[in-house]
């Protein structure tokens, strides 16, 4: 079995985070966090790699529609259908618009726990609830009813791996084997290494 520390996720700044300047700021949030970047790549996505990405789990289409019809009736208000499927759809559709509208920044970090990490630093689906210090909490304000309203994506900066299978599967679909490097960060050594020596003079 592979280390905890070999853990990888895949890491999608969306459009509006690069129009809003936030590219250096992310980055530097998972980087603070003693967490290594691997790979990265600045593109414009097509319809069909979108479409893919959100299909790479078959069970994603129907948990979307669950969390939105869940936010809604948390707000106490009707959500739009009570059938996550279609909803689902809609979702699929508004998402094409959305990470085809311009270019995004995809990434690979490896870190133990890293999946966990970084959906923890990066917040809630909906930045309306997004906690405070996350980043979607920290620098946006967008909302599913929002969103709903106009019949469009929830914009919400990023986009991270739900779970280690999850982001072993999306990491296949955005980058080939040879864009990853695999390299020491000098930090690992007082993350990971099982003796700390050499410190003192
Ligand atoms: P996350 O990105 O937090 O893992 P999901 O996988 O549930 O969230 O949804 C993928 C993306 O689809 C979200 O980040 C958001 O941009 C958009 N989205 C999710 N639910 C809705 C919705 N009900 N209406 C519009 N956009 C949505």
Request: proline share 4%; hydrophobic share 40%; aromatic share 6%.
């Given at each position: 079995m592979?280390?905890?520390?070999a853990?990888?996720t895949l890491?999608?700044?969306k459009?509006d985070?690069?129009q809003?300047t ?11 966090l003693g ?6 790549k ?5 319809a069909?790699h ?5 299909n790479l789990d078959?069970?994603?289409?129907r948990i979307?529609?669950?969390?939105s019809?869940e ?6 208000l009707?959500p739009?259908?009570?059938?996550p499927l279609?909803?689902?759809?809609k ?5 094409k ?6 270019p ?5 970090w490896q870190g133990a726990h890293v999946v966990k990490?970084?959906r ?5 689906t909906?930045?309306?609830?997004s906690d ?11 909302s599913?009813?929002?969103?709903d309203?106009d019949s469009r994506?929830?914009?919400n ?8 299978d ?5 990491i296949k679909?955005w ?7 695999g390299?020491r960060l000098i930090?690992?050594q007082i993350?990971y290494d099982v ?5 003192l003079?």
């Amino acid at each position: 079995m592979a280390h905890p520390k070999a853990e990888r996720t895949l890491v999608v700044i969306k459009p509006d985070g690069l129009q809003r300047t936030l590219v250096g700021e992310i980055i530097g949030r998972y980087e603070r966090l003693g967490l290594k970047l691997i790979g990265m790549k600045l593109m414009v996505p097509t319809a069909s790699h979108i479409e893919k990405h959100y299909n790479l789990d078959p069970n994603w289409k129907r948990i979307v529609g669950e969390k939105s019809i869940e936010a809604y009736q948390k707000k106490g208000l009707k959500p739009p259908s009570m059938d996550p499927l279609k909803l689902g759809d809609k979702v699929i559709d508004s998402l094409k618009k959305y990470m085809t509208s311009g270019p995004v920044v995809a990434m690979v970090w490896q870190g133990a726990h890293v999946v966990k990490i970084i959906r923890k630093v990066t917040g809630g689906t909906e930045p309306l609830t997004s906690d405070i210090g996350t980043i979607r909490g920290d620098f946006v304000h967008d909302s599913y009813q929002m969103a709903d309203t106009d019949s469009r994506a929830v914009r919400n900066l990023i986009h991270a791996s739900g779970s280690v299978d999850e982001a072993n599967n999306e990491i296949k679909h955005w980058f080939k084997k040879e864009e990853l490097i695999g390299y020491r960060l000098i930090a690992e050594q007082i993350l990971y290494d099982v003796n700390i020596d050499g410190l003192l003079e």
